[in-house]
């Protein structure tokens, strides 16, 4: 254990530090920290990232002390921001929505989502979420041999939820873009710049929708939701819109990606899906979840003084979540670095550690895996990894870049 200046617990790193992520030790060091050091002080030098430096922050990394710190919003707020940089609360509002409100301001907002984006809304979404996982397999299917990221999976989700908002084809590939410039470098300007784009274009169809007077389409219905008498104005549907966007585009095509180069390094795992596909898949998937685990960590900021871990986390200091962590620990995961994709219970940590903010879209991601899965062992069964895959330099999202693949070519499948 190391001390800083003011007696508290250090890791020898720090967890903002850009370099740290580039590091092939990193579940090594968490697991370290997971033994020996469950709360630590992190510093935020001046970097790439942040260029300002910042006022430091704890960092939990056990299992159990994720779902606590999730589960309690009264001690553990989200409405001081779910970004370890600090962001005046304008900032807050845009870059997170939902995510960075206090409990009760995300319970009536979440209320009046939750009457649009229902189990019954995602059912009748299978036929359209199939046509896209067919679409972007057909792309590469007389080719042999492509990158699993650029040329398959990743704008899978983007057609989804682009088919969900009514989001024009032809805008697709930009909002692709800013995503992913909002998501690698999440808490910084670059990011914030992205998510104002988004939000400039979601109002651009909030109005065409008005216009229209559309009202079958998610917009639509999002518009005329209320609870108790109160609807979301069109910045907060648009700030919606973003989040949505963000967190369902990314997020997916992370666990796919991530999560079939997880399939290459235990082939046996990968033959009892592809053999027992419909019994096994709702297990698997959440297994193939658990391993990615694609969002790595998310703030929250202490609204009292409490003791965790022989510590004292003052009033207003920042908490990280570290769900990349959690998701290995050895307490409560068996051989927390392999693939078992008969793992059950999977009490994993990748929608969130529970509580109020747990994910929306859980529902919507695990449709999406299974159906994409189902159609890529079908179309093409003997796709295999040929090469190390490059990921994305970030300490938020657990990303594949690119991930070159081969196959035996066929002809692309009717739709």
């Not at 845009?94 to 960075?100: A, K, Y």
């Not at 330099?393 to 693949?405: D, E, G, I, K, Y």
């Amino acid at each position: 254990m190391t001390l800083d200046s003011t007696s508290r617990p250090t890791a020898g790193f720090t967890l903002a530090d850009p370099a740290f992520w580039q590091r092939d030790d990193i579940d090594a060091q968490f697991a370290r920290l997971r033994a020996d050091l469950p709360l630590t002080w992190h510093e935020e030098p001046a970097s790439d990232w942040f260029p300002n430096t910042g006022r430091g922050f704890w960092a939990l990394v056990r299992h159990d002390d994720v779902c606590t710190v999730s589960k309690d919003q009264e001690t553990f707020t989200s409405g001081e921001g779910t970004e370890i940089v600090d962001l005046t609360p304008a900032e807050r509002h845009i870059f997170g929505g939902m995510l960075n409100m206090n409990v009760d301001e995300h319970a009536k907002y979440r209320a009046i989502v939750a009457r649009v984006l229902t189990p019954r809304t995602i059912e009748a979404m299978t036929e359209g979420i199939d046509r896209q996982a067919v679409k972007a397999i057909n792309r590469v299917v007389e080719r042999g041999e492509c990158d699993f990221v650029a040329d398959i999976v990743g704008d899978y989700p983007a057609q989804i939820i682009g088919d969900l908002l009514s989001v024009p084809v032809e805008d697709r590939p930009r909002l692709i873009h800013l995503t992913v410039a909002a998501l690698s470098a999440y808490g910084t300007a670059g990011a914030y710049q992205a998510y104002l784009e988004i939000i400039d274009y979601a109002h651009s169809l909030i109005s065409q929708v008005r216009e229209s007077g559309a009202e079958d389409n998610f917009l639509g219905k999002l518009l005329a939701a209320e609870v108790d008498g109160e609807r979301m104005s069109d910045q907060e549907i648009a700030i919606f819109f973003a989040l949505l966007l963000t967190a369902g585009i990314e997020t997916t095509a992370t666990t796919l990606a991530t999560g079939f180069y997880a399939l290459s390094l235990y082939p046996e795992q990968r033959t009892y899906l592809q053999e027992n596909f419909d019994e096994a898949a709702p297990v698997a998937v959440e297994e193939l979840i658990r391993w990615v685990t694609p969002v790595r960590h998310f703030r929250r900021t202490a609204t009292r003084d409490v003791e965790m871990h022989g510590q004292t986390i003052k009033a207003g200091e920042k908490v990280t979540i570290w769900y990349v962590s959690a998701d290995r620990d050895e307490n409560v995961f068996a051989d927390p670095q392999g693939l078992d994709l008969q793992r059950w219970p999977n009490p994993h940590v990748g929608f969130g550690g529970g509580g109020p903010h747990f994910c929306l879209g859980a529902m919507l991601a695990r449709k999406e895996a299974i159906v994409f899965l189902r159609r890529l062992f079908q179309i093409l069964p003997d796709i295999e990894v040929t090469g190390a895959p490059d990921f994305v330099h970030s300490n938020f999202v657990n990303a594949v870049a690119n991930l070159p693949v081969r196959f035996t070519p066929t002809q692309p499948v009717s739709l």
